[in-house]
């Protein structure tokens, strides 16, 4: 059941994580590794802690350098894997690291990206819930056997896994959510901008895509209206903290009047209780709940929920925690790519996070 | 108009930054400091960065050492501030940078903190809107003179400057207002706790009193109706983020129905436009937005704000900038002990922050 | 050959990575976990990161509750472990990951830790160069079969690496060693004391132990006296800065008269050309070095090292990365633990590291 | 005694920081500001922290546009303050925050920097000692009345502050010095490069100019001769770590033969009783040494310094702290530009630091 994979924008965060995480998958053969701008250099250059691949060349990104492997991983900017895509193999396996084939609604493409949709495909968040769902089934079953997987946006996997049981267990409105997010660096890639310099981000917090414009907002919607909420709006705001790695996403909703905080706490639990890498923090000896934090979840695929109601302000709140570039990126895709390879669902993935 | 000034709790964080600011103060002469546990040693075994202090004894914390001086400033835990202050001359200009005289509802107190409640000091944020003001004048002027002055809470002061404006020009609704925040360590203090050790800090995000428990979400909803809400709800929630000072808060309230974007943007500008700390950033050449980091903040007694329509959600977004231990405490009380003297406002305090 | 494994210690940090790594290691079976302070709770109280093992509860650390394993892991404070081993199984394989067995100089020991010596143990660097070698075999050798293993100190195992190529080359001379180094604030545990609060820590740098007191130095001396030095004298300063793991070491030696650089770098690249785990960084195609940062060493085994030649200062500097929890503790203990079973000596550990 | 001072280069990281300090100093009145790509922008685009002058428009750098001023203040690269300030009014004090004109020796600068020596000015580090003396006062002496000063590099004041005491004294050797410091990254300018983002430094360590090729060593070595050093020769290692400001120097120096510990405390304590500015830290009630971290020095002029023997290695230790821009940039600059005016050294500095 080995299998070979090639990896474009191997030079980016995205697709070297992408390939740590295959040197750990016992299945994976590592192939053809390709870039942009950086074709021509060793890989090393780019990823020094990439040491089993450290000499590897990188090569032009073209259908050609990609071709004859059973899998594909696209790192590239979004507009770019549409057109890549459409050239390989239908056979092939091709997981999209970006946002071209995410959205269902060419509409919500057109007005969040601009430009021509690319079409949607499978969407590879394996515990996406279903309307009527309390455990994840289906999104499983849609991915069995795929040979085109959208992976989600890393800071859209925080959201939905914090909010979808309240969502599919009819215990929170999808009408007034509201998402702030503590994220890590590595989520805005290797680009050279002014406000990612160290100088300016070491000892600061600052908000980014602020007041309804981020491109991941769609896609949050899209997750809860699978989920079955009806009409969803979302207010959504990220805010970048002196971090490498990392989404906390604060994520709440109004409670349904008349909602006891015992239902929802069961409904998170059975979202979850079979999961293996979505975990509801326990209550602790005391009766205080554990929270997340994104130290715990760095380097593993794991998502850390908590839940709490707030009587006074008629919300629930949830707390999300994520590596962005694992779970949030490159460890959702293999988990998904398991699933269509009809391997264990954990094959070559690790729950446990390197801290402090 | 020279006054001296003694410090309680000076070996803590506030107490330290009220002493930094006090050496940069014209008119200020550092009389007594006092520790608790610390007593007996010198400053600057405490505070290393306070050179011009380092060789001053601690004394011990009671209302003898605090006496005969113009000014006391108390950087207690709450509860003990109430105590000392009772014993001090009521002709003493006091400045509780703690909680116990915050809150004018001692259900309230009782609530949020447990305990007798000390009763109510005027409150020290001259920024302050009443009902009906567009500019902050009714709270500068119940400063002026006082012989009490209750500093407000940090995270208070951040979210209050953020959704002030729009409440006093009735352009948001206070009924489901949402607040997150990304905090920096040092407004935990000094305690020894396992989560606050650098190692759980570095590179982790972790969110603190989730659903509605936070003791200053009382004192927000106080200001709030005194900017003329009638029921103020808030959900509120703090995340500690790899920083050693600074508050971003992010706060957003349902647009009132029908209010322009213009509409919105004009409240914040008037309530602002005058105030020398409290800062409205502009719209840049190319039409975006400038949004506040809290790197810009530091050291200095602004507070940055900006706001912005998210038509989609039907929500205002408000995000400001704090340093926690400037205007967030140390800084708002001196600009209030200016008040209370017949001083100018700004006497002894920067505009400008520390940065990069 | 699987092995069951108890960890002793297991709520700290040098516990807890051992117990991630020990996770990720196909042969052990995780047994008895053990606490001093904290037995009687859950693992994932205080390691929220370590997924699979959260339920676990801890035991007391006595030598009852550790006894019945193959394989034995303490993670305790220096002076705690000797007592213990003393009473564990002659055939059990201990591997201490404090002090108490690394030095052979019993008077070295009273020196720098005081008290009785508790002897040495084979040392767990399988890297360690003796005199006349240019790869490593003797240490191997000492370590197959062994049942008692004395884990190197973090700062020894970087600075060891970094220097004994050219002193086993003699091309360095090992009377004027000077080590500075950059530390993550894991190395000092979490035991709570003011200095480790995230708040000092963050936007600092701070040194300790400076002077020659520091407990590394006589284990640096006698690991370079095994690699062929006469007397060895080193002034060692470790730095704490802010990042929660890692360990860059800058360690420099003057250059034995007469060498030329193509000699320096010959000895450190026939001594690291065929170890798995530590790896001299490439020249850069244009000519610069490329050199070691510790982020590209995040949890995993592998160590970076660069060296060149100052000509104007007469001196050779080597700069060397690890994770200090893992190459620096628990990774060097696997390590180490396979050869002594037998088993291959990269098992159930990586190379490649987690970065960004 | 007020002057108008212009600043060049005022979107950089030492122009905004000369801004940051000349808007505290009571006798400066700003004029015009320059820039290169950033001519025609507002400043608060760029420094929007220096909010009392948000809203003033960037000039294009050139002679005219900073003529007429009693100050200018160049904060350019390398190679183009000479040719301006070679059209500056002989009469108007130029300080030069760059390189061009510090070193004395053509031969040094051909070799560090190539091209053309502009020649040297006075060099501004007040506390510089000459041979001979125990405190400096030859060097403000030659800073009075100045038109044109060099101001020294950063690093160069905190390696030149730790060690020429000794130097001076004659109680530690000039042949083998060896400095590692670890810096904060606002050292490293705006300029857009790979290493200088964010998600690169965070959780990380880095070396950089290993090996004698930084430009500051024929500076430091300039400095220890003034200081009554013969031939000097200095290993120079700068790593970066992840902070914004700050540089911690760990410089060593072989003792002289039969100096006492004593002696050499006494040396430092003299050089540094008097400074205002440079402070060596005390021993501790219990014996203990404190010593210095660089929060503690955080927006101050002040250096921290302290000094032990390590008897065992034969060398003395020292580390020093400042802040990069202001004891290592601009705050020197203003230093030394009260003595050239003839106005209080300290006037519009502070000694306390911003901390935690």
């Known amino acids: 059941m080995s299998f070979s994979v090639a ?17 750990g998958h016992p299945e994976a053969r590592i ?45 590239l900017p979004h507009g770019a894997s549409g057109e890549i895509a459409a050239q390989l193999d239908p056979g092939t396996i091709v997981l999209d690291l970006g946002a071209d084939h995410r959205l269902t609604d060419a509409g919500a493409w057109a007005q969040f990206y601009g430009g021509d949709h690319a079409g949607s495909w ?15 089934t289906a999104q499983r079953a849609a ?18 896994l914090g909010l979808q049981p309240g969502i599919a267990a009819g215990v929170i409105e999808p009408g007034d959510l509201v998402a702030v997010l ?11 901008k002014p406000h990612l310099l160290a ?18 907002i769609p896609e949050i919607e899209q997750n809860l209206q699978v989920a079955g909420a009806g009409a969803v709006t979302i207010s959504f705001t990220p805010t970048l903290v002196p971090m490498a790695r990392g989404i906390l996403a604060t994520a709440t909703a109004r409670l349904v009047p008349g909602t006891s905080a015992a239902a929802v706490r069961a409904a998170w639990e059975a979202a979850y209780a079979d999961e293996p890498f979505v975990h509801l ?30 009587e006074r302000a008629g919300r629930v709140v949830t ?35 390197v801290s402090p």
């Not at 069995?144 to 925080?158: E, Q």
């Open 281 to 310: 923090l326990p209550v602790l000896p005391g009766g205080a709940l554990q929270w997340p934090t994104t130290a715990a979840t760095l380097g593993s695929n794991t998502a850390l929920v908590q839940v709490v109601v707030d």
């Open 182 to 192: 503590a994220n890590g660096y590595s989520g805005a890639g290797k680009t050279l």
């Open 122 to 136: 499978p969407y590879g968040l394996p515990e996406l819930l279903h309307a009527g769902e309390t455990t994840a």
């Open 31 to 75: 192939g053809t590794l390709t870039a942009h701008a950086n074709a021509g250099s060793a890989l090393g250059e780019h990823h020094p802690h990439l040491r089993a691949l450290a000499d590897r060349v990188l090569q032009p990104t073209s259908a050609e350098t990609l071709a004859g492997h059973d899998v594909v991983v696209l790192g």
């Open 199 to 216: 100088s300016e981000a070491l000892g600061s917090a600052q908000p980014y895509a602020v007041g309804g414009t981020h491109r991941h």
């Open 319 to 353: 707390v999300t925690a994520i590596d962005n570039l694992v779970k949030g990126t490159a460890g959702g895709a293999l988990q998904s790519l398991n699933l269509a390879l009809g391997l264990p669902e954990t094959l070559g993935l690790t729950m446990n996070g």
């Open 7 to 23: 990896v474009a924008g191997a030079s980016g965060y995205a697709g070297g994580e992408a390939l740590r995480l295959l040197l």
């Open 143 to 160: 991915l069995v056997g795929a040979t085109r997987i959208a992976v989600p946006g890393c800071n859209v996997t925080a959201v939905t």
